[in-house]
């Protein structure tokens, strides 16, 4: 399981890799679109990307690219399933939410019921 910020660097690597092989990503770019959201320092991005890279999401490699650092990123079959692993766990949720809400509906009628036959 993701943690939230993993999912939304996973969410740009997604973006920028779509339709590629592989793609360069330097940490500034992602630092700079997690930006609104979070705040990610360049040591914390390090071990963001490297936990993707061992979940299978990402086949990561460090580089240097005119002397700045640079991510060599190819999606891995599971990174290219990252969409639907999300929209999968939307709908799981939901109709964990809606089944509650319909059990908990059901449960108070059986309530009331028992109140009126026995009292």
Do not use: W
Request: charged share 25%.
């Amino acid at each position: 399981m993701l943690t939230f910020k993993e999912k939304y660097v996973m969410e740009y690597v997604y973006q920028k890799c779509k339709g590629k092989k592989s793609c360069l990503i330097s940490p500034r770019e992602i630092i700079s679109f997690v930006a609104d959201k979070y705040v990610i320092f360049p040591e914390e991005l390090e071990k963001i990307m490297t936990n993707l890279s061992y979940d299978n999401y990402i086949e990561l490699v460090k580089s240097d690219k005119k002397g700045k650092p640079v991510f060599c990123v190819s999606l891995k079959l599971k990174g290219e399933g990252f969409h639907r692993e999300l929209s999968n766990n939307k709908r799981n949720l939901m109709v964990l939410i809606v089944r509650t809400c319909v059990l908990a509906v059901i449960s108070g009628l059986i309530g009331v019921l028992i109140r009126l036959i026995f009292f």
